[in-house]
């Protein structure tokens, strides 16, 4: 018997599509995090970190079969991501994350990714 996924727990496609598609609206008018991306990326940057997000809790790999390895540090390298940067994206994802319709404890589980996750992108001194 095997045993459900996170990402199957969780909804599948459509929580996390519901997930990124909250935090990229509060992106899109975050005046530390919208500089960051290319006016023409912000759907593609969305569209990469659902497919990474769904890989990473056991759903479709199609992140990797599309991009290869996740290398998030080294994908990331290229931005300044100092702890204000790190604060306004966990403010975005924090307000994505509550508002899922998705159990409390999924709730803290996949918050508990993302906050170590975006704690590790940190690459700028204050």
Known sequence: M???????RAGGERTFNDLVSHFYALVAVNP????MYPDNDLHGAG???QLFLEQYWGGPSTYSEE????????????FHI???????????MKDAVNGLEIAD?????????????????????D
């Not at 991009?67 to 290229?78: K, Q």
């Not at 404890?105 to 001194?125: F, G, H, R, T």
């Open 32 to 35: 530390i995090l919208r500089p």
């Open 67 to 78: 991009r290869g390895h996740p290398r998030l540090r080294m994908r990331h390298a290229e």
């Open 47 to 49: 569209r990469r970190l």
């Open 105 to 125: 404890d999924l709730k803290a589980e996949l918050w508990q990714y993302l906050e170590l996750a975006a704690n590790s992108m940190v690459n700028q001194p």
């Open 2 to 8: 095997s045993q459900e996924s996170f990402y199957e």
């Open 82 to 92: 100092d702890s204000a940067a790190r604060d306004a994206w966990l403010l975005c």
